[in-house]
């Protein structure tokens, strides 16, 4: 009994010095769980989450303060991603946020008045110009997150959807008569 | 919309299990010139049960059903399972054990190509675990016993489950080789005397031995025709042919030499038609070679040292377990690349 | 691996062996009845800007420009990119989007040129290769719009970029496996010549020791032909070798493994190893270029399948595809088009699209010739696409992976080795269009990871200006502070008592400021009367 007794916490003793080293030896910086939401999250920086980045979302994610779906532009794939790394039931998107086809912000530069604000509201800098010069969104840098739509004070900034080009385009999954394998 | 390439060789797999279907044939006729036509009853029961099973559950899966009714893959289910079980089982046995086999081991698994364990194994295990002493009503070969039922009168007995008034079940059935050489060894008769039994022909049981004969010619013609590989027959005859060698070697007294192994019981059934079930076996030549060998191990151990009858069954469904695994970790060499591990 | 096979040939040479392979009906012998005819000017040139693996060439004519016969009207943009030339004068009337052959049935950029007849050449330059360095060669190459003409048209300069590796061997691909298609075979027959200086330019470029010419031993006729030109042409070290018919023995990749047991995985230059490929039909075009100043304008194409007149033609890049099939005369039956052969190709969006240089074969499919696949059953893992993957891949677990999207899974069992031949789908039983579950897994995975890069991109960008925003605040506060400080200061040295001299200083200054004062006023006064006069 007495020896039953010390052998159990002599295991127990030094399974918990083994775990203390542990934390002390392996400890990370940081939140290694709000990263890898990040890095799941598309970085359109848009805000449609309500908080003000991906980043915060992230954050909110990993305190078990926000849902998974409140992510648009990351569509269902980036849900199901979520789901996957958080180990939680997959949730479709609500109806007060529903993804929208992949987008670009076009400056119409005729009406363009130089006013800046634009440029400030953009989150990835991707808007070029000065004060009372013309504004050019470029495009290999925007997000879409349409952020720069509302400030403008002459309504010349639209969203234009990214169709469908040779460039860009995806061969689809085959979709054949008979749905034996599906 | 149609894709490349746009021939293709033509084949299918109907075409395939039917080819399969077609090398079960030999083994089925050596099997009616020596122990009657019954089996050919089980066969038709277990045909119509599995056809009927199909076509329900594809209906509630909101399947078509023409198409994989035509596949004959349900019917060589059916067929193995009545080549499994004893001709004289009831009729009832057969409808259940093969139901189950389609419904639960099959459908409920996603169907064709989906399952993971071989689904007439399924139904041979379930049947022997819930039904052992049916199981046991194997047919004697012409001449070994007394008496032997007419054609009408088998099938009285699996249907309505009556005798003709003189004889009992005892009477007409026998053991397996299988069987009848664990119980006397068992009794510690030496083998040399056990095997000068009348049951037993030249190097297995009389008769089985022979249909086991036509199982082996219909395996070469899979071979031949490239519809299975060399390497699971291979490694499982090769396995059970090491194993009971050295055992035999050994100890000659208690233990069968390889030549029985391989023509009693399922040897050669399930070296062929049952192990080599595409869906259920490793998709990799080197684990085909692992799987078969692990097959032949688990059959010798089970049939020497376990309680069961014989171990076909029970090997293959342990391997079946293991499949994924023996994938993964025997990936081949890529073009070009150095490892295999993905 | 597998060891060497014999042949049955005459090859002196240990040949190799690749795994699996198929050996579908060839259909070639249809087509090589007749000799290479030149097709006729068309009326009208659709000339696509983007013919070549990269980026589209930038249109450097103008609509309604006169342009001459091999006039550079695409010039290279980027450095994955080739040139684009006029096939013939006459004038542009457009430079627009217009349907093209590609499997996506997508517009993209294309001139159209109206040939006024007169073939009239801009002026061209031939040159000794032999006086020119590699690098040189290479920007030539470039800019006569050189492009690999076996099917992937990849910009053959860029194959010719060495970073110091030794070429032992440069093989020339004269294998042409997939049925129908017979162009490379009818050069051979018939520019063997040509085509062997190509290989001497290719040679001298590459700095490669040897060069093996590799042709299916089911092209007599074309392994004669150009034997008898390397004999002829006293070509040392350069031998053509018959190898075994088996699709795809004309993979690149296969067809070095055939020729050198050197096996080039996915994502690994061949020059890495001391070996590059090139089709025949390219060294020809080299051999064009070079000794003749033309740049690619033409090549051969096969005119096959369901047609009363199966032949190869040397085609004007840019004509219409209708207008070889015209040549060929579609039987009535025929239901589409195919550009390539019946293992790779894909169906034309319209007959109507332009020839471009990837194009080696139009086969006119009628149902009786190429009959719908049967329904699609489920995989039984029968591996029987497994015994013929040339790249030893397992393409029922791929299958599974990509129609389960489970891409990352499809990427560690080396989905990107595949090349894409179709033999696993030529052989399955249950006609799965595995190709195609390939294609689309791969095209995912590359958007997945475009997607992420520009995600990176975009997660930079942001925190860049998170932290000038934060900066920004930081240095205004700081500015503030300084302000404030100052200030203060001041404030401090106003409650010292002045001393005597600051007094002085004070009164001065004071004194200064009421004289200014004054002088401005009178003159403000006297504008005032300048202004009242």
């Not at chain 1, 709000?34 to 994610?61: E, F, H, N, R, W």
Request: charged fraction near 15%; aromatic fraction near 8%; proline fraction near 7%.
């Amino acid at each position: 009994m007495l020896s039953a007794l010390l052998v159990m916490s002599a295991i127990a003793a030094v399974l918990g010095a083994v775990l203390g080293f542990a934390a002390i030896k392996f400890h990370t910086e940081g939140n290694p769980l709000v990263d890898k939401i990040d890095d799941v999250l598309p970085q359109t920086q848009c805000g449609q989450c309500s908080y003000p980045g991906c980043k915060p979302y992230a954050t909110a994610i990993a305190a078990g303060e926000a849902d998974i779906n409140r992510c648009p532009p990351g569509g269902e794939e980036g849900i199901r991603k979520l789901a996957e790394l958080l180990g939680v039931e997959f949730k479709p998107f609500g109806e007060d946020a529903v993804p929208k086809a992949k987008s670009l912000a076009v400056i119409d530069e005729s009406t363009c008045i130089g006013c800046t604000l634009c440029i400030q509201a953009c989150p990835v800098d991707a808007i070029a110009g000065a004060a009372k010069q013309m504004h050019t969104v470029i495009a290999s840098e925007c997000t879409g997150c349409e952020l720069c739509v509302a400030p403008c004070p002459v309504d010349c900034i639209s969203m234009q959807v990214i169709g469908e080009k040779i460039a860009n385009w995806k061969w689809k999954y085959p979709v054949y008569a008979m749905t034996a394998t599906t | 919309m149609f894709f490349s390439p746009l021939i293709s060789k033509s084949d299918s797999v109907s075409a395939i299990m039917l080819k399969v279907l077609l090398a079960l044939l030999p083994g089925i006729v050596l099997y009616v010139w020596y122990f009657g036509p019954a089996i050919l009853v089980s066969i038709t029961l277990a045909s119509l049960t599995a056809l009927g099973t199909e076509a329900l559950m594809l209906k509630l899966r909101d399947r078509p059903i023409m198409p994989f009714l035509k596949d004959n893959s349900a019917l060589l289910t059916a067929w193995l399972l009545a080549l499994s079980i004893p001709p004289l089982a009831p009729w009832w046995m057969v409808v259940v054990g093969t139901a189950f086999a389609i419904a639960i081991a099959k459908h409920l698994y996603g169907g064709l190509g989906n399952n993971m364990f071989n689904p007439a194994m399924v139904g041979y295990a379930v049947l022997i675990i819930s039904f052992p002493a049916q199981m046991t009503h194997w047919i004697a070969p012409h001449g070994m016993v007394i008496s032997e039922l007419t054609f009408p009168q088998q099938l009285d007995f699996i249907f309505h489950d009556v005798l003709p008034n003189s004889d009992t079940l005892d009477a007409l059935t026998m053991a397996t080789p299988l069987d009848t050489l664990k119980t006397h060894l068992h009794l510690d008769q030496p083998m040399r005397q056990i095997l000068d039994m009348p049951i037993y022909g030249r190097f297995a049981g009389h008769g089985s031995e022979m249909v086991a004969l036509g199982f082996l010619l219909g395996g070469l013609y899979l071979l031949a025709s490239r519809i299975i590989s060399w390497h699971i027959p291979a490694a499982f005859l090769g396995t059970l042919f090491v194993l009971a060698g050295i055992f035999h070697l050994a100890d000659p007294a208690h233990y069968a030499g390889p030549l029985f192994h391989w023509f009693a019981g399922a040897s050669m059934l399930g070296a062929f038609f049952i192990l080599t079930d595409p869906v259920s076996s490793p998709t990799t030549n080197k684990g085909r070679l692992i799987y078969a060998a692990g097959a032949g191990l688990l059959t010798y151990l089970i049939r020497v040292f376990g309680g069961f009858p014989d171990g076909v069954a029970f090997a293959t469904l342990l391997m079946n377990i293991c499949v994924p695994l023996i994938v993964l970790y025997t990936q081949p060499k890529v073009f070009g690349k150095k490892g295999s591990q993905p | 691996m597998r060891p060497a096979v014999p042949v049955g040939n005459d090859n002196m040479r240990k040949l190799y062996h690749f795994h699996g392979g198929i050996h579908p009906p060839s259909n070639k012998t249809q087509s090589t009845r007749a000799t290479i005819a030149r097709a006729p000017l068309p009326a009208k040139l659709v000339i696509p800007l983007h013919q070549h693996a990269g980026e589209t060439a930038k249109p450097v004519a103008r609509v309604g420009e006169r342009v001459l016969k091999g006039q550079l009207i695409g010039m290279p943009d980027g450095i994955v990119s080739s040139a684009v030339h006029a096939s013939t004068s006459g004038t542009i009337t457009a430079i627009d989007m217009q349907l093209i052959a590609h499997p996506s049935g997508l517009p993209n950029l294309c001139a159209t040129l109206v040939p006024d007849g007169k073939e009239e050449w801009a002026p061209r330059k031939t040159i000794d290769y032999r006086d020119h360095s590699p690098a040189g060669l290479q920007h030539l190459l470039r800019m006569a719009g050189v492009v690999g003409l076996g099917g992937a048209a990849f910009p053959s300069d860029l194959k010719l970029s060495l970073d110091k590796h030794k070429i032992t061997t440069l093989v020339l691909n004269g294998a042409e496996c997939e049925p129908y298609i017979t162009c490379d075979d009818m050069l051979m027959r018939e520019r063997a010549a040509e085509i062997v200086q190509g290989a001497e330019m290719l040679r001298f470029m590459l700095d490669a020791e040897e060069v093996l010419i590799g042709i299916e031993d089911n092209k007599p006729e074309a392994i004669a032909s150009m034997r008898a030109a390397v004999a002829a042409g006293g070509h040392q070290r350069m031998e053509v070798i018959a190898v075994p018919t088996v699709y795809p023995g004309g993979g690149a990749k296969q067809l070095i493994r055939v020729l050198t047991g050197i096996e080039v995985a996915a994502g690994v230059r061949s020059t890495d190893m001391g070996v590059q490929c090139f089709n025949v039909a390219t060294a020809y075009t080299i051999h064009r270029a070079f000794a003749h100043g033309e740049p690619l304008l033409s090549r051969i194409v096969t005119i096959t399948g369901n047609v009363l007149h199966p032949r190869n033609y040397e085609v004007l890049i840019g004509t219409p595809i209708a207008e070889l099939v015209a040549l060929g005369v579609a039987l009535p039956d025929t239901d589409s088009y195919i550009m390539g052969g019946p293992m790779m190709g894909f169906p034309l969006p319209s007959v109507q699209v332009p020839l471009v240089k990837a194009t080696n074969c139009i086969i006119a499919s009628s149902k009786k010739i190429f009959p719908p696949s049967p329904p699609v059953m489920p995989c039984i893992r029968c591996t029987r696409c497994a015994d013929v993957c040339p790249a030893d891949l397992q393409p029922q677990d791929l299958f599974w992976f990509a129609q389960s999207r489970e891409f990352g899974r499809a990427q560690a069992f080396n989905l990107f080795d595949c090349i894409e031949c179709g033999a696993c789908s030529y052989v399955c039983p249950s006609h799965i269009p595995l190709v195609q579950y390939y294609r689309f897994a791969k095209s995912e995975i590359h958007a997945r990871e475009h997607d992420k890069q520009l995600a990176d991109k975009a997660r930079i960008r942001h925190d860049y200006r998170e932290q000038r925003i934060e900066r920004e605040k930081q240095e205004k506060a700081d500015k503030l502070a300084a302000r404030e400080k100052a200030a203060q200061a001041a404030r401090l040295a106003d409650a010292q008592p002045l001393t005597a001299q600051q007094q002085a200083e004070q009164a001065g200054i004071e004194t200064s400021r009421a004289h200014i004062r004054e002088l401005a006023q009178s003159a403000v006064e006297h504008a005032d009367e300048g202004t009242t006069k």
